[in-house]
C-alpha cells in the first residue's frame, strides 16, 4: 500500500480495500484517516503490517484482516486500536495464538478466528478482552483441545461461542462459561462418547425439557466418532452409556504399583519386627506376664543335672524361708547347667531363681528370661563377685541372664 496516497481524505470514515494485490501495511499509510471507522483489507496478499500501521485510527471500530497470508496474530499493531470492538482474522495461517494476543484490546467484542488452521490456543489468550461477546473458532481442524478456563476472562459478558468442525475428541464445562452463554455451536467434532461428555448429554437433554430455550444448541450435530457409538447423535444414547472403561495399560501398572506397594509395607514390617527383637532386653519387659519359679538349694560342685522347678503360687518374688517340699508345692522339671567355677567347694547355700515368660501356657512350656541365684552366707563364704550384692537378711544374690548355650526351659512333670 503506498503511503500519503490518502491524506486528500481526512473526514473518510468507511474504507474498504477488499481483493486487492496488497502485501504489506506501512506506518505511515493510514495515518490522515483519523475519523476512520470501518476499514476493510479482506482478501489481500498482506503478510506484514508496521507496527504503528493503525495508530492514528483511534475511532476504528470494524477491522477485517480476512483471507491474508498472516502467520501470528498483529498483537502490537492491534494494541493501538482502542475503540476496536470488532476483528476478523479468519482464513490466515496463524497455527497459534499465544499469550495474550489481543492484549490491550479491552473494546473487543467480536473476534472472528474461523479457519485459520490454529492448533493451539494459549490458556491467557483472551484473558484483556474482558467485554467480549462472540467468538468463532469453526474449521480448525487441527486444533485437538482447548485450555481449561480459555475464556473464563470474559465470563460476565460472553454469549455466543462456537467451535463446529475442529478436531476435538473430548470438551470441558469448565472451558467456557457455559450458564452464561446463549448460543454454543459444537457439531462437527469426532467426540469420543464416554463420561467425559455427560455433561454435554445432561445439558442437551436439560434445554430440550425446558418449556422456554435458555441456549440454542446444535445437539442434532453434535455426533459420536468412536467406535461403539460411530455417527451417533449424542442425544440419543442413555445416560448409562456414558461410562470410562480403563485400558489394559492402565490396569496393569495398577495392579503393579498395588503389589510393589504391598511388598513395600510387608518388607517394612519384617524389618521393624527383626530390629525390635535384636534390642529387646534379656529380663522380661514390664508388659509381659512373668512367673517367679524357685530351684532347689544346691551345695555341690557345678554340675549339670535335672532340677526340680516349684511354682510359687502365693508368695511371688518372695526370698526363700527354706527348701520347699513335695507336698505342698506344684513342680516343673528344668535341666540347668550351672557353669564350672575355679572355687572346688562352695561354702553358701545356694537357690536358683528363674523368670519366665508366662504370656501361653496351653502346650509349650514357657521360656525362662532369667536367673537369679540366691546365695546365704556363711562364715567361711568367699569373696562376693563383682554382679553379687549383700542383702540384709543375709543373702547376696547374683542376676545371670540365661546363656545361649545353656538355655534353661520350664517342664511340665
Not at 490518502?6 to 473526514?11: A, N, R
Not at 527348701?323 to 540347668?336: C, G, L, M, N
Amino acid at each position: 500500500m503506498p503511503s500519503n496516497n490518502l491524506v486528500l481524505t481526512p473526514k473518510l470514515i468507511t474504507l474498504n480495500l477488499a481483493n486487492n494485490l496488497i502485501e504489506n501495511v506501512p506506518a505511515d499509510s493510514l495515518s490522515s484517516l483519523k475519523n476512520l471507522k470501518y476499514l476493510n483489507l479482506a482478501s489481500n496478499m498482506i503478510r506484514s503490517i508496521a507496527d504503528d500501521a493503525f495508530k492514528q485510527l483511534q475511532e476504528l471500530t470494524y477491522l477485517s484482516l480476512e483471507d491474508n497470508y498472516l502467520t501470528k496474530v498483529p498483537t502490537i499493531t492491534l494494541s493501538n486500536l482502542n475503540a476496536l470492538s470488532s476483528l476478523i482474522l479468519s482464513k490466515n495461517p496463524l497455527s497459534t495464538i499465544e499469550s495474550q494476543a489481543f492484549g490491550n484490546m479491552l473494546e473487543l467484542k467480536h473476534l472472528d478466528l474461523r479457519e485459520c488452521k490454529i492448533k493451539n490456543i494459549d490458556a491467557i489468550a483472551f484473558t484483556d478482552n474482558a467485554n467480549l461477546e462472540t467468538i468463532y473458532l469453526d474449521g480448525n481442524r487441527e486444533l485437538e483441545e482447548l485450555p481449561q478456563k480459555v475464556l473464563y476472562g470474559s465470563y460476565k459478558n460472553l454469549k455466543t461461542v462456537s467451535i463446529r468442525n475442529c478436531h476435538l475428541s473430548t470438551l470441558q464445562p469448565t472451558q467456557f462459561p457455559v450458564d452464561q452463554l446463549t448460543t454454543l455451536r459444537l457439531g462437527g467434532n469426532p467426540l469420543v462418547c464416554n463420561c467425559s461428555v455427560q455433561w454435554l448429554w445432561s445439558l442437551i437433554h436439560t434445554e430440550e425439557e425446558r418449556n422456554e430455550t435458555h441456549l440454542s444448541l446444535d445437539s442434532d450435530e453434535i455426533v459420536c466418532a468412536d467406535e461403539e457409538f460411530f455417527s451417533k447423535p449424542l442425544k440419543t444414547l442413555t445416560e448409562g452409556s456414558l461410562r470410562c472403561r480403563m485400558s489394559t495399560l492402565y490396569l496393569t501398572l495398577s495392579a503393579a504399583g498395588c503389589l510393589m506397594a504391598t511388598g513395600i509395607i510387608l518388607a517394612l514390617i519384617a524389618y521393624v519386627t527383626r530390629v525390635k527383637r535384636q534390642k529387646r532386653p534379656s529380663f522380661a519387659p514390664p508388659n509381659r506376664p512373668e512367673l517367679l519359679v524357685y530351684v532347689e538349694p544346691n551345695t555341690d560342685t557345678a554340675k549339670s543335672q535335672p532340677r526340680l522347678i516349684a511354682r510359687k503360687e502365693e508368695e511371688l518374688y518372695d526370698l526363700p524361708h527354706g527348701k520347699p517340699t513335695v507336698d505342698h508345692e506344684s513342680f516343673y522339671e528344668a535341666p540347668y547347667c550351672n557353669p564350672r567355677s575355679t572355687t572346688t567347694t562352695r561354702s553358701t547355700t545356694e537357690g536358683v531363681y528363674a523368670v519366665a515368660d508366662v504370656t501361653d501356657l496351653r502346650d509349650t512350656p514357657p521360656e525362662v528370661l532369667s536367673l537369679y541365684r540366691i546365695h546365704q552366707n556363711t562364715p567361711a563364704s568367699p569373696k562376693p563377685s563383682r554382679t553379687r550384692r549383700t542383702l540384709p537378711t543375709g543373702y547376696d544374690y547374683e542376676y545371670r541372664p540365661p546363656l545361649p548355650h545353656h538355655k534353661p526351659h520350664i517342664v511340665f512333670v
